[in-house]
């Protein structure tokens, strides 16, 4: 008997329009404003690349509408645009809202939605369309970050106020996340501990990987 096909799932890539001054500040001291601009743009491209080889669609998420002049982000949309990626904005006030009301919106349409930032290129393809498959039998996934935060999270069912209340930026995130999706009645698995770049050190390991 063929198999049937698998439940359409969504990556949702979340990042930050790239200025000078605004992106990637914990490298500044090293790379300084501009430096720091532009690993931010190689980072948002790395973590692109590595979600298209995944086979699933992409969308891609700014945390503000997308400017007529884009300046430092020209890169980033030309290889958006050769792709046919649609790009969107992410709406609210924390993190916490503003991924929730993305995976709502995504779960319309598709069976399974996943955030991942644009400074986790350690998410590779493998890691992600594992966590694609975890959903099948969880509400929600997460990827662990060594910092004690997360570089993925990825839901099948969500539920409102699943990720309030929680103190982004902390090492506590990824604990407090977990106890509000408990608190909101969610299952959710955890995969294996990956990495982000926050630290100097970080873009170091970065530029190792390549």
Same mark, same amino acid.
Request: hydrophobic content about 35%.
């Given at each position: 008997m063929p198999q049937s096909n698998p439940p359409a799932a969504v990556?949702?890539?979340f990042a930050k329009w790239p200025e000078a001054g605004r992106v990637k500040t914990r490298l500044m001291p090293e790379l300084g404003a501009v430096g720091a601009l532009e690993a931010h743009v190689r980072l948002t491209l790395a973590v692109l690349d590595n979600l298209c080889a995944t086979g699933y669609p992409v969308e891609f998420w700014w945390d503000r509408p997308v400017d007529d002049r884009p300046g430092e982000a020209a890169s980033i949309i030309e290889e958006l645009d @050769?792709? %046919?990626l649609m790009q969107g904005v992410q709406e609210g006030s924390t993190l916490g809202q503003r991924m929730y009301r993305a995976l709502s919106l995504s779960l319309q349409?598709?069976?399974r939605a996943l955030v991942v930032g644009s400074d986790c290129p350690s998410v590779d393809p493998d890691y992600a369309r594992n966590a694609v498959a975890?959903?099948?039998d969880y509400d929600v996934v997460l990827?662990?970050?060594?910092?004690?935060?997360y570089v993925l999270i990825g839901a099948s069912?969500?539920?409102?106020?699943?990720?309030?209340?929680?103190?982004?930026?902390?090492p506590e995130v990824l604990a407090q996340t977990c106890e509000r999706l408990? @608190?909101? %009645?969610?299952?959710y698995c955890l995969l294996e501990?990956?990495?982000?770049?926050?630290?100097?050190e970080d873009w170091a390991r970065f530029l190792r990987t390549l």
């Open positions: 990556f949702l890539q @050769a792709a %046919g349409d598709y069976d975890l959903l099948k990827g662990p970050s060594d910092d004690g935060g069912r969500v539920a409102e106020g699943m990720l309030d209340d929680i103190a982004w930026g902390t408990k @608190a909101s %009645g969610l299952s501990p990956r990495w982000d770049v926050d630290e100097p």
